[in-house]
């Protein structure tokens, strides 16, 4: 059986990145051909049966052609932090090691399928790295698809024609298991049952924090849970967690992207500003607001008529307690364009059918 090579930035553990990984894999096995996945967590490709290359070696050493499963690949990163910050170093180093890789496997072909950044055009030679520019300029890597339309003039920086398509995870329905619960489903009921993820630091405000929890501490009709998106075991830290659960505080650790995706359909409203938590809600009708969220979060919520649900950098806890949670999930929901978020969705499934069109051609 033929293989196919996915490239994913799984070293992180990250919900977001191994869920990108799965959905292509299971969609290359779907049409017949074997998927090798570069980096997932042993247990995730366990559960999923599929092989894992554990080096880019053991990824392209069998292969014709390798995809790679979304992510930022467009993320820009001016010079000083490509060389101080530890995650813009790394991210760089992984371009310096595609590049190694295509030279020493030249018959093998990339295409990045549904990569991103945050819609601006750029200049590469102030953003990216020379590895990064390298790559994307190679005659191995192909024309794919981006999700934000802005990313199509970057990539002809690149000599690259990409095409736009929305998000491959508006699609992540059709890869996991049905969800069951009737709570799944926007509903009229008042808003009970509220998730956070939040990055640490300067990104989390300290009285806002400080007023969630005394607000939760008195009014137990409200269940604050506060989510990772990292395995434990990566020593990742970046995200908040309160101190001790209680009968109305939970934390939800990350551990399988299916279970999380299953856990978020339960929620009655995720805040986050994380773009594929915040896309992947969306699709089990639940209702994302971006808090102090990245360009790319923010550019997805407008391009739905979303952007009453952006939170001001400086909102307070009882600005978004009068605002938002005195509504139902179906309210929320339809803060939305939900003609147009359908429509992105349906759409969305096209990345999956270029996939299979670069696969016939040189798989």
């Known amino acids: 059986?033929?293989?196919?090579?996915?490239?994913?930035?799984?070293?992180?553990?990250?919900?977001?990145?191994?869920?990108?990984?799965?959905?292509?894999?299971?969609h290359v096995r779907n049409i017949g051909l074997e998927p090798i996945v570069?980096?997932?967590?042993?247990?995730?490709?366990?559960?999923?049966?599929?092989?894992?290359?554990?080096?880019?070696?053991?990824?392209?050493?069998?292969?014709?052609?390798?995809?790679?499963?979304?992510?930022?690949?467009?993320?820009?990163?001016?010079?000083?932090?490509?060389?101080?910050?530890?995650?813009?170093?790394?991210?760089?180093?992984?371009?310096?090691d595609l590049n190694k890789a295509i030279k020493k496997y030249p018959n093998v072909k990339v295409c990045a399928i549904s990569i991103g950044g945050d819609g601006e055009d750029r200049e590469p030679a102030k953003y990216y790295s020379r590895h990064r520019i390298s790559f994307f300029s190679s005659p191995q890597f192909l024309d794919g698809t981006v999700r934000l339309e802005?990313?199509?003039?970057?990539?002809?920086?690149?000599?690259?024609?990409?095409?736009?398509?929305?998000?491959?995870?508006?699609?992540?329905?059709?890869?996991?298991?049905?969800?069951?619960?009737?709570?799944?489903?926007?509903?009229?009921?008042?808003?009970?049952?509220?998730?956070?993820?939040?990055?640490?630091?300067?990104?989390?405000?300290?009285?806002?924090?400080?007023?969630?929890?005394?607000?939760?501490?008195?009014?137990?009709?409200?269940?604050f849970y506060f989510i990772t998106t990292h395995l434990d075991k990566t020593g990742i830290d970046y995200e908040y967690t309160p101190p001790n659960e209680t009968q109305n505080i939970k934390i939800i650790k990350y551990g399988d992207p299916e279970d999380l995706l299953h856990f978020m359909a339960q929620l009655d409203v995720l805040i986050s500003s994380k773009l594929h938590l915040g896309i992947t809600a969306l699709t089990l009708q639940t209702p994302f607001l971006s808090y102090r969220g990245p360009g790319k979060a923010?550019?997805?919520?407008?391009?739905?008529?979303?952007?009453?649900?952006?939170?001001?950098?400086?909102?307070?806890?009882?600005?978004?307690?009068?605002?938002?949670?005195?509504?139902?999930?179906?309210?929320?929901?339809?803060?939305?364009?939900?003609?147009?978020?359908?429509?992105?969705?349906e759409k969305s499934f096209e990345q999956f059918k270029f996939a299979e069109k670069v696969i016939e051609k040189y798989a």
């Not at 398509?165 to 799944?184: G, H, M, W, Y």
């Not at 919520?301 to 952007?307: C, E, T």
């Open 38 to 96: 570069f980096q997932l967590e042993k247990e995730i490709a366990k559960k999923f049966n599929l092989q894992v290359a554990n080096n880019l070696d053991e990824l392209f050493k069998d292969v014709n052609l390798c995809i790679i499963a979304g992510g930022a690949l467009l993320t820009p990163f001016r010079f000083l932090k490509r060389n101080i910050i530890k995650a813009a170093i790394e991210y760089e180093a992984d371009f310096r």
């Open 298 to 345: 923010k550019s997805f919520l407008r391009s739905v008529g979303g952007g009453e649900m952006i939170l001001d950098d400086e909102v307070t806890f009882e600005k978004l307690n009068t605002t938002f949670f005195q509504k139902s999930k179906k309210e929320l929901f339809n803060m939305i364009d939900t003609k147009l978020f359908d429509s992105m969705m």
């Open 150 to 223: 802005g990313d199509i003039a970057q990539m002809k920086k690149f000599g690259k024609n990409f095409k736009f398509i929305p998000d491959c995870l508006l699609s992540v329905n059709k890869f996991t298991r049905p969800l069951a619960n009737e709570n799944s489903i926007a509903s009229d009921k008042p808003v009970t049952r509220i998730g956070f993820n939040f990055k640490k630091g300067k990104y989390l405000s300290k009285p806002f924090i400080d007023e969630l929890l005394s607000y939760a501490d008195k009014n137990k009709h409200i269940i």
């Open 1 to 26: 059986m033929k293989k196919v090579a996915i490239w994913g930035n799984n070293r992180y553990s990250n919900y977001g990145d191994d869920l990108q990984t799965l959905v292509f894999a299971l």
